[in-house]
């Protein structure tokens, strides 16, 4: 028996295309679905940053805008806002993630264990600067090697101005 013998006797299935119709009700619970779920990430995001900002003295709002609160931390950082292009750019992006994590680290006076985790778990550790005890110390303190900045206000005694800190 050949192909075309067991293909016409109904042997074999016909290997022909068909149509598939998509359900209205599933997509729109899908677009519905995906809505939520970016609503929610902006959410958490910004809760995560607002706390940061104002420490530094930016605006709350500005947290919740997600292209802006990239700029916005960049410039508390002491980076120029204008590396927000390198978040697009595919291997860049790790580049612009390890880059702000280290200054973000150093305006806030902290080490390598909190680069780290803001590079792995940035959402959580931003959650921990905005609302720890953490200070934010200034863009100057990103000049500063990593965890030497410059403590300034706090404690009465915990250093002397211009004295590093460990």
Do not use: C
């Not at 990239?70 to 612009?96: D, H, K």
């Not at 803001?118 to 990103?142: C, H, K, N």
């Amino acid at each position: 028996m050949t192909l075309t013998s067991a293909l016409a006797s109904g042997m074999l299935p016909a290997m022909t295309s068909t149509a598939t119709t998509t359900d209205p009700a599933a997509a729109a619970a899908g677009l519905f679905g995906g809505l939520i779920g970016a609503v929610l990430g902006i959410l958490i995001a910004g809760f995560s940053l607002m706390g940061i900002f104002t420490k530094a003295g930016e605006p709350k709002w500005a947290a919740f805008v997600p292209l802006y609160n990239m700029i916005v931390l960049l410039r508390i950082s002491g980076l120029s806002p204008w590396l927000v292009i390198l978040a697009f750019i595919p291997v860049a992006n790790i580049v612009f993630v390890v880059l702000l994590s280290i200054n973000l680290a150093k305006v806030f006076g902290r080490g390598v264990g909190t680069v780290l985790l803001l590079v792995f778990f940035s959402t959580i550790m931003d959650f921990v600067l905005s609302y720890g005890s953490a200070r934010y110390l200034g863009r100057e303190a990103a000049r500063h090697p990593l965890g030497q900045a410059p403590q300034q206000g706090g404690a009465p005694d915990a250093y002397p101005v211009g004295q590093y800190g460990s």
